[in-house]
């Protein structure tokens, strides 16, 4: 499969505190995306960052891609109960088709 | 960015029945995507819709099972046939935003979903 993974699975933290994710996949890509989902319904698009960018930055979001080790991060700064999701990074490789990473579910307790 | 509904928005169907999920976008786009999101698994893509055109399937996604159809540049439907348990999933539409007969951009809309449950 050239399904990414996605670490850690599970996160808990408390509010006002920063999350991090990772993403690693297996193949070059064009770019890569991150998406969250709330409680199985729709997937909100979040940040694209490029295969030629190394950093990216949207309001509490920054995103980092490591193309040499096939690996992204996402932070959250100063997270709220409402960043309370699922979050899965995705690349594409060409024709907009999107290999999604395995997720990670992130609970923010107040 | 684009407005996706699907129906329904969940179902509870019978072992051997088909559903039929419907996608509607609010304007005019290129491609659009069907995905199956199985009980806490992440997305798979199963095929890719263009106007026009047969869908181009996966591995692992044949037309007898998942048939697709796209009779215009605004809708689209996806059947799961002969349904089984394993069937259970949610399955979302996506768009890559872009106009008709031009360049289509690599972010993807979801639509909320549709969550199928088979006894």
């Known amino acids: 499969s050239q399904q990414g993974e996605e670490d850690p699975q599970a996160l808990s933290i408390q509010e006002g505190e920063n999350a991090t994710m990772n993403c690693s996949y297996k193949?070059?890509?064009?770019?890569l995306q991150w998406y969250r989902q709330n409680s199985g319904r729709g997937l909100v698009h979040l940040i694209l960052i490029r295969s030629n960018e190394r950093e990216k930055h949207s309001g509490r979001l920054r995103v980092t891609l490591d193309t040499s080790k096939k690996s992204s991060s996402l932070l959250i700064t100063a997270s709220r109960a409402a960043d309370t999701a699922s979050y899965f990074c995705a690349t594409t490789t060409g024709f907009q088709k999107l290999v999604f990473g395995t997720g990670t579910r992130l609970l923010v307790s107040p | 960015s684009a407005v996706i509904s699907q129906k329904p928005s969940r179902d509870i169907c019978q072992r051997g029945t088909s559903l039929t999920i419907q996608c509607q976008v609010d304007s005019q786009v290129t491609m659009m995507f069907w995905y199956r999101q199985q009980p806490g698994q992440s997305l798979t893509l199963i095929a890719t819709?263009?106007?026009?055109?047969?869908?181009?399937?996966e591995s692992g996604f044949v037309i007898d099972k998942f048939p697709i159809s796209r009779p215009n540049l605004t809708f689209s439907t996806l059947t799961v046939s002969n349904m089984s348990p394993e069937d259970s999933s949610i399955y979302l539409c996506?768009?890559?935003?872009?106009?008709?007969?031009?360049?289509?951009?690599?972010?993807?809309?979801f639509g909320p979903g549709t969550r199928l449950t088979v006894l």
């Open positions: 193949t070059s890509i064009n770019n």
């Open positions: 819709a263009n106007q026009g055109s047969e869908a181009t399937y």
């Open positions: 996506s768009v890559s935003r872009g106009l008709a007969g031009g360049p289509s951009t690599d972010t993807q809309y």
